[in-house]
């Protein structure tokens, strides 16, 4: 192998457009943050909370900031990113070290489980919705039942 052969394998990798996936060029990539409560730094607490997008033009870059606009920005689901950042690397914390670490305040925290919560009732399936072979007719498992 030839030392040019192996640097053009080693290369940078392309830069690829958030919409449509093409690899953009260097001279026409756009960037841009927008507010996104979904979004946790793994490391830098600053930067929670904004998604940089990456458009191979400027009709990309401006149908992708617009799908964000729609996006609701939820506090909470910010704040339980901040909460499972550092406890994914403190496990044992208390209430007081929690809010020490992430930042935020009883009152926040006492928000978030309760979003957290609510979620997770919504997504659980209502009694009597599941699919169990023997199931009545009527329920979600009538295939075929008269």
Same mark, same amino acid.
């Given at each position: 192998?030839?030392? =040019?052969? &192996? =640097?053009a394998?080693? +290369?940078?990798?392309?830069?690829? /457009?958030?919409?449509? +996936?093409?690899?953009?060029?260097?001279?026409?990539?756009?960037?841009?943050?927008?507010?996104?409560? =979904?979004?946790?730094?793994?490391?830098?607490? %600053? &930067?929670?909370?904004?998604?940089?997008?990456?458009? /191979?033009?400027?009709?990309?870059? !401006? %149908?992708?900031?617009?799908?964000?606009?729609?996006?609701?920005?939820?506090?909470?689901?910010?704040?339980?990113?901040?909460?499972?950042?550092?406890?994914?690397? &403190?496990?044992?914390?208390?209430?007081? #070290?929690?809010? #020490?670490?992430?930042?935020?305040?009883?009152?926040?925290?006492?928000r978030?489980?309760?979003?957290? =919560? #609510?979620?997770?009732?919504?997504?659980?399936?209502?009694? !009597?919705?599941? %699919?169990?072979?023997?199931d009545?007719?009527?329920?979600?498992?009538?295939?075929?039942?008269?």
């Open positions: 192998m030839h030392d =040019s052969d &192996q =640097s394998a080693t +290369g940078p990798d392309p830069v690829l /457009c958030d919409l449509c +996936g093409v690899a953009a060029p260097p001279a026409s990539q756009l960037f841009s943050l927008v507010p996104d409560s =979904s979004v946790i730094h793994p490391y830098d607490p %600053e &930067q929670d909370g904004l998604r940089r997008l990456v458009a /191979c033009g400027p009709d990309h870059l !401006g %149908e992708l900031r617009q799908q964000y606009r729609q996006r609701p920005y939820v506090k909470e689901e910010l704040w339980a990113g901040k909460i499972a950042r550092a406890l994914g690397s &403190q496990p044992d914390l208390d209430e007081e #070290e929690l809010a #020490e670490v992430t930042g935020l305040n009883f009152l926040q925290i006492e978030t489980l309760t979003w957290e =919560s #609510e979620r997770f009732l919504s997504d659980q399936t209502p009694p !009597g919705e599941h %699919e169990r072979p023997g009545a007719p009527g329920t979600t498992d009538d295939k075929g039942a008269s």
